[in-house]
C-alpha cells in the first residue's frame, strides 16, 4: 500500500514558476514509476508527466516547460513547472504504479493522492 500526499499548489501569474511535491509512504518507493496528471474543470483528467528507471516523459503541451523529478531517499517525486500560462489551471495529481508499459495510461497506476490546485492568472 502506497499513501500520496501532494503539496506545492497555488496561485500564480501567467509566465511564473511553481513547484510541486509528492511524499509517498510505503516500501519500495524506488520501484514505482510516477507521474503527474491533472485536470482542468469541465475537462478529462490529462497525463503530464512521468519518470521511471531514470528516464522521464512529458506530455506535448508542458514539454521544456515543466521538469519532473524525484528523490528515492526522500520518498518523493516533483514537478517543476515554469512558463505557467492560464491554461495550466488544473488539479494536479500524483499517481504511483508498477507500470512496464506506456506512462500516460491513468489505469496502469494503483495509487493516487488527493490533488493540489494549480491557479495560473492572466
Known amino acids: 500500500q502506497v499513501e500520496l500526499v501532494e503539496s506545492g499548489g497555488g496561485l500564480v501569474q501567467a509566465g511564473g514558476s ?45 514539454k521544456g516547460r515543466f521538469t519532473i523529478s524525484r528523490d528515492n531517499a526522500k520518498n518523493t517525486v516533483y514537478l517543476q513547472m515554469n512558463s505557467l500560462k492560464p491554461e495550466d489551471t488544473a488539479v494536479y495529481y500524483c499517481a504511483a504504479g508498477q507500470v512496464v508499459g506506456p506512462l500516460l495510461r491513468q489505469r496502469d497506476y494503483d495509487y493516487w493522492g488527493q490533488g493540489t490546485q494549480v491557479t495560473v492568472s492572466s
Open 18 to 62: 511553481l513547484r510541486l511535491s509528492c511524499g509517498a509512504s510505503g516500501r519500495a518507493f524506488s520501484n514505482y514509476a510516477m507521474a503527474w496528471f491533472r485536470q482542468a474543470p469541465g475537462k478529462e483528467r490529462e497525463f503530464v508527466a512521468a519518470i521511471r528507471w531514470g528516464g522521464t516523459f512529458y506530455a506535448d503541451s508542458v
